[in-house]
């Protein structure tokens, strides 16, 4: 018995030694051509069978030694517990053996890909090379589809963007001349962010996002909280926080709105028009019209934007007659989304954004309609999103000084916002979006030396974001670039506590919504495959010297 286990084992042991996935030799090299590889192969088959016979043998044997036993069982007598254990190691050593086995044929049908991950039974179809092997255009076709195409399109930026500061400066004043500066809360100057403030434009329309940090009066403060300060967040709040607001004399009932006149369109910071008690309630604890949520002192993002839009309405109508155009609100479901009409019919969009500064550092508290999270559970309206928009323009800025006169990597950008900007107008939106594209930029810029940012390696850094993107995609993995991230420069100023913290997956929705899922992965393969069409088509004329093979047809 022993002996046969033996045996057994030996073969096992000695097929698992063998196996070149395993234990690779030292000295392996690559064969030369085709024949030697059948020989190898040849070779290794043989040995497999020798195996296989070995064990035929075998398990011949232990059937004889069974049925020699038989009649011991047929007399009553009990069979010896060594063989029951003998049968269990057959058996075991059998099944590794055939898993071994399995898992070498699965492995050596091809190479490893390069961007993988994530469940089996959700990438069956999905895995393959990087980006599929779908090629994108070369550098000569993607810097002439640039030139033409991206760059003539936002041209006069500049001009346009001096056009609306200088309005926004004459609105913010208006506004500011009409509060009181003894109840409502004080507007500081405005903050460019977004694609315009990074030199990331693709087309039009050009669009301005600038914030407008908001503080109280005097008599009270904000006090922002962070959700990583809490142990009890949940995950579907991560990334948002708090504005608690206190009075600054500590005093809970310390309110100046009995102490001045107030105006008939003026409100207090806590109270509305309505600035008594609740009926059954003592002290003031509880009061109606409230900027903050009811019944607590945080600060409310959905009446901070009814006080912001009824605000910059007054403002409007107090300036209204120096300009030759109209102005209007243009997204009811975004605070400050504005746009100016002009009689000849042309529009210049802009937004204005309510926001409250975290501390003193370049983090702001960004007013939004609650939303439903992917959870199914509604937001509180006392929660406010966390926005990195200075941040991130702070360290491209920084990292646009150290990279070679002409670094590509804006253009990677740039030439990737467009193509899924023209897909999502083909296939419609999907759950990839800008923000993901340039938080993988940000990644690849910290991971890469500066020297690998040239502009001849456009075409490759270009690809090298795509493959990150997909191996996230597969993953369902994308970390935010400034939370958790010990990597950052400590020149950016982010506070100890989100360095710490623990990082925040921006593709967490795919875990929990498997439709959208992959409708995103199959819109993304997608975009790769409709690239170099949509670049040439866009391109309107490519050099003849330096064209591409022409693509296979893709259905637009």
Known sequence: MALGLFRVCLVVVTAIVNHPLLFPRENATVPENEEEIIRKMQEHQEKLQLEQLRLEEEMSRLVAEKEALQPLEDEGQPQ????????????????????????????????????????????????????????????????????????????????????????????LGALRSICNRDTDMEMEDFIGVGDMYENCLVERPLLYQLFVPFIPTESYSFRPELWCSSLSVPLDRQGYGQIKVSPADGDPLGCICGKTKLGEDMLCLLHGKKRGVRPGRGGGSAMEDLLCSRESSYLDTVQVMKWFLVSLTRAWHHIAHKYEFDLAFDQLDTPGSLKIKFRSGKSMPFTLTPVVQYNDSDLYFVSQVPKVSCEGTPARNSDWFLSFAVCERQFLRMTTKALP???????????????????????????????????????????????????????????????????????????????????????????????RAEPLNLFRPFVLQRTLYHSTVESFYEMLKNAPTLVREYSLHVPSDHASPPPKAVAL
């Open 80 to 171: 010896p517990e060594a063989h029951t254990a003998w049968d269990l190691w057959s058996t075991l050593c059998m099944i590794l053996f055939l898993i071994i086995e399995v898992w070498r044929q699965d492995h050596q049908d091809g190479p490893f890909p390069a961007c993988l991950g994530g469940d089996e039974d959700e990438l069956s179809g999905l895995v393959g090379t990087p980006l599929r092997g779908l090629p994108l255009p070369n550098k000569a076709t993607l810097d002439h589809f640039y030139e033409r195409c991206i760059r003539s399109a936002t041209g006069d930026a500049t001009r346009t963007r001096e056009f609306v500061e200088g309005f926004v400066d004459d609105l």
């Open 405 to 499: 006169e002409g670094a590509c990597h804006l253009s990677c950008l740039q030439i990737a916002s467009f193509l899924l900007s023209k897909q999502s107008r083909l296939t419609g939106p999907s759950g990839l979006n800008n923000y993901h594209l340039k938080t993988a930029l940000m990644h690849l810029l910290l991971s890469r030396q500066a020297t690998d940012w040239t502009a001849s390696q456009l075409d490759v850094r270009l690809r090298e974001l795509f493959c990150f993107l997909e191996r996230s995609l597969l993953e369902k993995k994308l970390h935010h670039f400034f939370v958790g991230n010990r990597k950052v420069p400590v020149a950016m100023g982010l506070p100890e506590t989100l360095r």
